[in-house]
Each structure stands twice: as structure tokens, then as C-alpha cells.
């Protein structure tokens, strides 16, 4: 079973400051996905990484391989950003292959 | 846009009572899941649907069942209610794709209450 660790577990942040999200698994994959939580239970998917980097917006996710780290990178951040952060990792086999992280909870300060 | 629906937002169930959590989505996708989310834990997956009537084991199933018979809609089932079940039960759906790989489309979630 891969295990995925998320840092910082919590961050706190001023509006317009630049935010690092860092996630770490243990087990080659074939896809990364970074996910996003608002407070109310709503989870929304917001990349699917299997190398390289991807942009939408504000956000740019980016994945090295080699050294099984990802990163998800938040520029101009606004308090509407405040979320739990969510990195999951797919290595195969099925269900077994399907981990989760713990999640990010960040809150940005306006 | 892909649509899940889950049942209800909310659900306040007795101990041994026999509990059903129901998800639909819309956009003909193979793959359906049913997770638990806790503080400090994450989210954690209790079964996994690939198509109708199929069904495979997650992380924690003990506890548990599902039950698919159409494509688009997939079932929780909670035998005997514990209070340990109270948790926020949350729906996704996928494409097939390769494996588990796709992405996931989730619901609003259930947030269950175990007296």
C-alpha cells in the first residue's frame, strides 16, 4: 500500500501571498490527483498528474517522478482559496492502489 | 457537467438500525465509490463498483455492504448501525479508464449520525 504524506498539515497565509502545497508517496504511480475541499463537504477534482506540470488559473501543479513528490502552488492567493487540500495517488492493482493524504487545511487571511 | 447525487445531507440513525446511503450520477460512468471521511484520517475507501452487480473490497469494509443493480445508481448499506459509523459518507463516480486512474466526480456528501 503506498503511503502519502501531505506538509504543512495546516497553513495560514495572507491574501496575495504564495502557497506551496507538498505531497510525498512511498510507491511509483501512474496518476497524482490533487483535490479540493470547501468547508460543507464538497470535493472537487482540480488536476490529474502522471508527469511534468499543468496550470489552470492560479494553480500550477507539478510532479517529479524520480523523486515521488508533488507540489501544488497556489500564486496571488485569495481568501476564497481556503480550502483542505486533498493529494491522491493511483500505483495500480485495483482498490488497493487507491491512496489518499490526510489533506492540507489552508486558511488565507484577507 | 457531471452530476452525483447522494440521498441526504444529513441523517441522524439509531444503533442497529439497518442504514441505506444512496448515490446517483449521471453521466453513464462505470466506476463508483463510496467513501468515509474522518478527522485526522482522510478520506478512506469502503467499496468500489466497476460495473453493475460487481463490486470490490476497499481499505475498511467491515461493517458495510453495497449493492449496485443499475449503472448509475450505487447503494451503502450499513447492516447494524454503530456509533462508531457516524462519520461523513462521501460518493464518487469515474470513467473506466486505466484502473483507478480517472478522475473522480464526487457528491455532497452524508453526514450520518449514529445515536
Known amino acids: 500500500k503506498n503511503e502519502v504524506e501531505q506538509s504543512p498539515q495546516n497553513l495560514t497565509a495572507q491574501e496575495g501571498e504564495f502557497i506551496t502545497i507538498n505531497c510525498s508517496y512511498s510507491v511509483g504511480i501512474s496518476a497524482l490527483h490533487w483535490l479540493q475541499q470547501h468547508p460543507g463537504g464538497g470535493i472537487v477534482s482540480l488536476f490529474m498528474l502522471s508527469s511534468g506540470k499543468k496550470k489552470h488559473g492560479r494553480l500550477i501543479a507539478t510532479i517529479n517522478i524520480q523523486e515521488k513528490h508533488s507540489s501544488l502552488h497556489i500564486t496571488a492567493s485569495h481568501p476564497r482559496d481556503s480550502a483542505v487540500y486533498i493529494c491522491a495517488v493511483y500505483s495500480g492493482g485495483g482498490a488497493d492502489g487507491l491512496t489518499f493524504g490526510k489533506g492540507t487545511h489552508l486558511i488565507i487571511q484577507p | 457537467d457531471v452530476k452525483v447525487t447522494q440521498s441526504s445531507r444529513y441523517l441522524v440513525k439509531r444503533t442497529g438500525e439497518k442504514v441505506f446511503l444512496e448515490c446517483v450520477q449521471d453521466m453513464d460512468h462505470e466506476n463508483m465509490f463510496w467513501y468515509r471521511q474522518d478527522p485526522g484520517l482522510g478520506l478512506r475507501l469502503i467499496y468500489f463498483?466497476?460495473?453493475?452487480?460487481?463490486?470490490e473490497k476497499g481499505d475498511i469494509p467491515e461493517g458495510y455492504s453495497v449493492s449496485r443493480e443499475k449503472k448509475e445508481r450505487f447503494s451503502l448499506i450499513l447492516e447494524s448501525a454503530s456509533t462508531n459509523q457516524t462519520s461523513m459518507y462521501l460518493c464518487?463516480?469515474?470513467?473506466?479508464?486505466?484502473?483507478?486512474?480517472?478522475?473522480?466526480?464526487f457528491g455532497p456528501g452524508t453526514r450520518l449520525l449514529v445515536l
Open positions: 464518487a463516480s469515474s470513467l473506466p479508464g486505466l484502473g483507478l486512474s480517472e478522475t473522480q466526480y
Open positions: 463498483s466497476y460495473d453493475v452487480k460487481m463490486k
